[in-house]
């Protein structure tokens, strides 16, 4: 039982070039997160799916697109990232929106 | 514009001694409030989840109140271990009808040395 596992854990991209973040939960859970971290922000979340086949934006959607490809996997694309970018993405699930959200161990982007 | 502010920022405490780390939240009303752990290139795991109607709730040397009524929630770490040295997020579920997000604030920095 793995949890919520991410792909890759570091990456560095130049400005322009895309990119796909891969998400995975083996707990058959419902809801799906994409958060970032920045240094003195806090979390903030980008995207969120509640149930697979819905997507929804959350505080910093510009940028970004998302990918619920079934029920265990969320994906996170940067078609033309930008430095503004660089940051660390943490995927999230849980049973249901309003349960407890466990979290992934992070995917280190660096955008040159 | 719901907002969960923590203080301090950053903590150095000796191993052993005792810590209250705080947080005001403006989120009203509210569903929950809970407090994570997250550890340096870790994600957060969670410490506690209070519901609006509970002061209380511990988790070993871990505990967390709840104050609803002047919107304050405070974490203490008993005895502390160089183990606790980690970033602790508070972070507070709107009470609202759809699928609104979590509220997080942006932690506290806690240093526990030898």
């Known amino acids: 039982n793995a949890g919520v596992t991410q792909t890759p854990k570091f990456q560095v991209l130049k400005t322009g070039q895309s990119m796909t973040l891969q998400c995975a939960q083996d707990m058959n859970h419902n809801s799906m997160y994409w958060y970032r971290q920045d240094p003195g922000m806090g979390l903030r979340l980008i995207y969120y799916s509640a149930s697979e086949g819905t997507t929804d934006k959350g505080e910093v959607p510009n940028g970004y697109n998302v990918s619920r490809l079934n029920k265990r996997e969320f994906s996170l694309r940067l078609e033309s990232a930008a430095p503004s970018q660089t940051s660390v993405y943490f995927c999230a699930s849980s049973e249901f929106v309003r349960e407890e959200q466990y979290f992934g161990p992070g995917t280190r982007l660096t955008v040159t | ?114």
């Open chain 2, 1 to 114: 514009k719901n907002q969960v502010e923590q203080s301090p920022q950053s903590l150095i405490i000796l191993e052993g001694k005792n810590c209250t780390l705080q947080c005001n939240y403006t989120v009203s009303p509210f569903s929950n409030l809970r407090w994570y752990k997250q550890d340096t290139g870790r994600g957060p795991v969670s410490l506690t989840i209070m519901t609006f109607s509970e002061n209380t709730k511990s988790n070993g040397r871990y505990t967390a109140t709840l104050d609803a009524d002047t919107k304050q929630s405070s974490l203490h770490i008993t005895a502390s271990q160089l183990s606790d040295s980690a970033s602790y997020i508070c972070v507070v579920r709107p009470l609202n009808s759809g699928n609104t997000p979590l509220v997080f604030g942006k932690g506290t920095r806690l240093s526990v040395i030898a």
